[in-house]
C-alpha cells in the first residue's frame, strides 16, 4: 500500500464549478500535512499546509481528519489558471522536518 | 532573492554512465532535500542533508551519493545509470525544519 494515496485522474471542469480532492495516509504518526501545485514540467510549489481545525486561503479549503488518516482540498469557482497537477503531501515531523512524502498527484483542467 | 538553483537543466546519459547534479540552496538555507520523480508520479524522497551531515535517506540504492559543502550547495551523484533512473530530479532547501522550496529540477534521460 503507497503511503500517501489520491483520487485518480484528471479532473476536467468547467471555469467556475467547484472540485474535491481527497488523499488518504497509512502513517498514523505522521505530524504535517500539505498540498502543493505543479504545473507542467515544473517544479513542486507549496499551495497551502492543511490543520485539523480546517484552513481557508481564498477559494482553497483545506480540511484534515486525523482519526481516518484523511485530507482534503476543495477548489470554489474553478479558474482556467487552476490548471494543474495537486499533490498531497505527508511530512513524519513537525513543519516540514525531513522528508516530505508525496502522493501521486491528480490533475485538474479547467476548462472555458 | 534567488531562488534555488539546479545545474543542468537536461541531461543525457546512456546506460553505464556516471551523472553529478548540482544544487545551489536559498541563500541563508542550511537544507537541502533531494527528489526523484518519474513521469505520472509524484516526487520520492532520495536524501536530506543540515549542515553538511546526512538527516535522512530515502529506499534509493547505493548507487546515489550526495553531499552538502561548507557553503551548502549539494551534489547528487548517481553511478551505474539504468534506463529507471530516467526522472527530474528536484532540489529543496529549507532554513532547518520548514518550509522546502523547489528548484526547477534536472530532467536526466538515460538511453
Known amino acids: 500500500r503507497k503511503e500517501v494515496e489520491q483520487d485518480p485522474g484528471p479532473f476536467n471542469v468547467p471555469e467556475g464549478a467547484t472540485v474535491a480532492f481527497n488523499c488518504t495516509y497509512s502513517?498514523?504518526?505522521?505530524?504535517?500535512f500539505f498540498w502543493y501545485r505543479q504545473d507542467c514540467r515544473k517544479e513542486p510549489k507549496l499551495l497551502m499546509s492543511?490543520?485539523?481545525s480546517g484552513n481557508e486561503d481564498g477559494r482553497f479549503t483545506a480540511q484534515l481528519n486525523r482519526a481516518s488518516q484523511y485530507i482534503s482540498l476543495l477548489i470554489r469557482d474553478s479558474k482556467l489558471s487552476d490548471s494543474a497537477t495537486y499533490l498531497c503531501v505527508v511530512s513524519p515531523l513537525y513543519n516540514q522536518g525531513g522528508k516530505l512524502i508525496f502522493g501521486q498527484g491528480t490533475e485538474l483542467s479547467v476548462k472555458p | 532573492d534567488a531562488g534555488v538553483t539546479q545545474s543542468p537543466t537536461h541531461l543525457i546519459k546512456t546506460r553505464g554512465q556516471h551523472v553529478t547534479l548540482r544544487c545551489s540552496p536559498i541563500s541563508g538555507h542550511k537544507s537541502v532535500s533531494w527528489y526523484q520523480q518519474v513521469l505520472g508520479q509524484g516526487p520520492q524522497f532520495i536524501f536530506q542533508y543540515y549542515e553538511k551531515e546526512e538527516r535522512g535517506r530515502g529506499n534509493f540504492p547505493d548507487r546515489f551519493s550526495a553531499r552538502q559543502f561548507p557553503n551548502y550547495s549539494s551534489e547528487l551523484n548517481v553511478n551505474a545509470l539504468l534506463l529507471g533512473d530516467s526522472a527530474l530530479y528536484l532540489c529543496?532547501?529549507?532554513?532547518?525544519?520548514?518550509?522546502?522550496?523547489f528548484g526547477p529540477g534536472t530532467r536526466l534521460t538515460v538511453l
Open positions: 492543511v490543520y485539523s
Open positions: 502513517n498514523s504518526a505522521s505530524q504535517s
Open positions: 529543496a532547501s529549507s532554513r532547518d525544519t520548514d518550509t522546502q522550496y
